[in-house]
Nanobody, 114 residues
Framework: QVQLQQSGPGLVKPSQTLSLTCTVSGDSITTSGSTWNWIHQPPGKGLEWMGQILYDGWTYTSPSLKSRTSISRDTSKNLFSLQLRSVTPDDTAMYYC??????WGQGTQVTVSS
């Protein structure tokens, strides 16, 4: 059973960097063909895909967030991470990590506020 456990702060100040980690159990992030995603959902809006890291380490990010987003991984710890730089209150959202579309983390509510 694949489980994704998210960790990271729920409150970030404007202009700072939002950092979230997703620790995976029950599967390896290097499993061939697997994709590991970050998705967010601002209040009152739909889910928005932010980016992903593939099993081979390649990363892809949403064009709208590309300049501020980094996705990385630590294969020794079987986790992957999101960094969103220069946050504003518009980045306030629920953040999720996923394996493909089937397995989801528990979600992290992140509020950007001073």
């Amino acid at each position: 059973q694949v489980q994704l456990q998210q960790s990271g702060p729920g409150l970030v100040k404007p202009s700072q960097t939002l950092s979230l980690t997703c620790t995976v159990s029950g599967d390896s992030i290097t499993t061939s063909g697997s994709t590991w995603n970050w998705i967010h959902q601002p209040p009152g809006k739909g889910l928005e895909w932010m980016g992903q890291i593939l099993y081979d380490g390649w990363t892809y990010t949403s064009p709208s967030l590309k300049s501020r987003t980094s996705i990385s991984r630590d294969t020794s710890k079987n986790l992957f991470s999101l960094q969103l730089r220069s946050v504003t209150p518009d980045d306030t959202a629920m953040y999720y990590c996923t394996r493909g579309t089937r397995n989801w983390g528990q979600g992290t509510q992140v509020t950007v506020s001073s």
